[in-house]
């Protein structure tokens, strides 16, 4: 299966000036546990997470209030191609040990995907194979 059937297309975005508190506020609004930073014309700049924003608060002490996002974002993420496969997205995850990948396509940000997004998924096929064994043992 490809990534662009289980990406999320509904993208949390916020400019790299806005301060961490909003960037958090964002995330409580909208759910989520990231916020892409684009630039002004919605091209992808960084990725800000809920465990960026706890470590760089608890333990480097900076205030939320007046920080930027920027300054804590993860720079140049490494994103995928909506049309590989979610396995090989998991790979990519793995070997860069992140849990969330934008995805672009031509250069635009078109979505994101997590591995929560791909758990699910092998889950729903794990659970579709079952059920095909297990009338097949019946029959």
Sequence with gaps: MKVKKIMNKKLVT????????DVALKMKE??????LIVD????????????????SVATDKID???TCAYDIMTSDPIS???NIDID????????????????????????????????TEIK???NQFISLEEAFVKH
């Design 88 to 119: 090989s997205a998991l790979r990519i995850m793995n070997k860069i040990n992140v849990r969330r990948l934008p995805v672009c396509d031509s250069g635009k940000l078109v979505g994101l995907v997590s591995s929560a997004d791909i758990a």
């Design 124 to 126: 729903d096929e794990i």
């Design 40 to 55: 002004e014309d919605g091209g992808l700049e960084g990725i800000v997470t809920d465990r960026d924003i706890a470590l």
């Design 80 to 82: 995928i191609d909506p």
């Design 64 to 66: 939320p209030n007046t």
């Design 14 to 21: 916020a400019p790299f000036s806005v301060t961490i508190r």
């Design 30 to 35: 909208q759910n989520v546990g990231s916020v």
